[in-house]
């Protein structure tokens, strides 16, 4: 599965972006799908993710209220849309697909899009 990243950019704090990930595969629909980030000098984080198999969708505390994952199965693509940035939200953040039914770590992310950089200015 290739998954392919774009939409980041750099925007003041309390503004808003969004992300897509796109992929060719007709079977898109059959992964779960979403997205972690990548601070400078930290690791990998989960943001969110919506499984393939009821639609639940994860986000992390950090994010929940201001994030929101959606899932277009018909262009086979997710956005992410970004509501209310702050500063620590900068980081690049990376598309993730997996088979398994839920996808909060890194470890079990069996496909990886390039990384889209988001910079938010105080």
């Known amino acids: 599965v290739q998954l392919q990243a774009s939409g980041g950019g750099t925007v003041q704090a309390g503004g808003s972006l969004r992300l897509s990930c796109a992929s060719s595969r007709r079977t898109f629909s059959r992964y779960t799908v979403g997205w972690f980030r990548q601070a400078p000098g930290k690791g990998r984080e989960f943001v969110t993710a919506?499984?393939?198999?009821?639609?639940?969708?994860n986000y992390a505390d950090s994010v929940k209220g201001r994030f929101t994952l959606s899932r277009v199965s018909a262009e086979n693509t997710v956005y992410l849309q970004m509501n209310d940035l702050k500063p620590e939200d900068t980081a690049v953040y990376y598309c993730a697909a997996t088979n398994q039914l839920r996808m909060v770590r890194a470890s079990i992310v069996d496909y990886w899009g390039q990384g889209t950089l988001v910079t938010v200015s105080s």
């Open positions: 919506i499984s393939w198999s009821d639609g639940n969708i």
